[in-house]
């Protein structure tokens, strides 16, 4: 038995952004964005549809953290009329920094209570989101969750709560045309590890895998020809519909293993979250070959029958990108890499991997190189 849903309504297409207005519907908005150059245009182009802002918050940076939040937060509380909405404009760091303003409308207090000692839950609020992504990656316009970084510990939490599903997500690709070629393949790469940790996913269900394997493939046909020429609409507009597919699978499953790991090396060594999360791919899909028969199915639909040959042909696509699948590449050695195992297969989404420890530790050993 199995159940999928997913209630954001998706408005997808180049040129969509234009349609904001109809969306946003005369409501006081709160626009979450980044305060750069090409982000000001955007909003601009917003507001010539959308009215002005009532509010804008645009100190959001890579990777939220607590104290970046509590100014966020403190600016809605203050805003006066309260908006009703919260537009988000930006990738996934954006649109998470906008769910948590929209749980924090009355300070940041309530949402740290919340994620240090999950009390607290009546004092948070549910103010409406409508999630325009700039990156294709994420998939945090259709999920439910957002990532929220402690850097003062070192601690990455996840503030989860049905409202902060989007009401809409909004999706041009004609807003990623900027994007350099670095954040166009870590994102993507993202987008496909989400795809592979919702097939190996003890929650996988037929839909979920389904979006996936539709994700991975796209992405392994599309990801090469867009890195090398980053202005094709029509590309841009594949790996867009393939990262909202994988955000459409693991929306219901959420991550396992490869993102468990990536968490810490993010925090530590600053590698940026969709290569922290996929350089492991490779060596943990050779750990799970044979776990679960609908696992493998998956697989293959993704990467032939040939399991193994699978893996490597998944190891070939990384490098060919330029993306090292060596631990060392990324500043960890034998001993941290270890650790970082051990504690990943007993973290939260850790323990949503289908596979053994076991098999991980021999994996990693052939990961060694
Ligand atoms: N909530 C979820 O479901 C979910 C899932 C995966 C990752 N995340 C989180 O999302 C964050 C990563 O988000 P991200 O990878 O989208 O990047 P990001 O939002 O952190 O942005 C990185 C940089 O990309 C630039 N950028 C964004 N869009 C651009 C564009 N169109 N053109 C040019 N530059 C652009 C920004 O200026 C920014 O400096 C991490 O904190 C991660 O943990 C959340
Ligand atoms: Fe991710």
């Not at 519907?25 to 010539?48: K, N, S, W």
């Not at 930006?90 to 240090?116: C, H, M, Q, T």
């Not at 990324?330 to 420890?357: H, K, P, V």
Request: hydrophobic content about 45%; charged content about 20%; proline content about 4%.
């Amino acid at each position: 038995m199995w159940t999928y849903q997913n209630p954001v309504r998706i408005r997808f297409g180049a040129g969509s952004l234009n349609g904001i207005g109809d969306l946003v519907h005369g409501r006081a908005y709160c626009l979450v964005t980044y305060d750069e150059p090409i982000f000001h245009d955007m909003a601009q182009r917003i507001a010539v549809t959308a009215g002005p802002a009532a509010l804008t918050i645009d100190n959001v940076v890579p990777n939220p953290d607590f104290h970046m939040l509590a100014e966020a937060c403190a600016l809605f509380a203050a805003a006066q009329p309260v908006p009703e909405v919260v537009v988000a404009l930006g990738g996934g760091s954006v649109i998470d920094a906008a769910k948590v303003v929209a749980a924090g409308g009355n300070g940041f207090g309530a949402v740290k209570r919340y994620l240090e000692d999950g009390a607290g839950e009546d004092a948070l609020t549910s103010i409406p989101i409508i999630a325009i992504p700039t990156t294709a990656g994420t998939g945090s316009e259709v999920t439910s969750w957002a990532s929220v970084w402690d850097t003062d510990t070192g601690r990455k939490y996840s503030l989860s709560r049905r409202s902060l599903y989007a009401t809409d997500a909004l999706i041009d690709p004609e807003l990623m045309l900027g994007m350099p070629r670095a954040l166009t393949v870590s994102t993507a790469l993202d987008a496909l590890s989400h795809s592979l940790e919702s097939i190996w996913n003890v929650n996988g269900n037929p839909v979920s895998t389904n979006h996936a394997v539709n994700a991975a493939t796209e992405i392994l046909d599309s990801l090469p020809g867009l890195a090398d020429d980053l202005g094709n609409l029509d590309l841009r507009v594949r790996i867009a519909r393939a990262a909202t597919f994988a955000g459409l699978a693991f929306s219901n499953t959420k991550t396992a293993l490869a993102h468990s790991i990536s968490y810490p090396i993010t925090l530590r060594h600053g590698t940026p979250h969709g290569l922290a999360c996929s350089f492991s791919l490779p060596m943990v899909m050779r750990s799970v070959i044979g776990a679960s028969d609908a696992c493998d199915t998956g697989l293959r639909r993704i990467l032939g029958s040939d399991l193994l040959a699978g893996a490597e042909r998944l190891e070939e696509f990384l490098v060919n990108l330029g993306v090292s699948v060596d631990k060392a590449d990324y500043g960890i050695d034998d001993e941290e890499w270890r650790g970082l195992i051990e504690s990943a297969m007993t973290g939260e989404r850790g323990r949503n991997f289908i596979g053994s420890q076991e098999r991980v530790v021999e994996s990693l050993g052939a990961a060694k190189r």
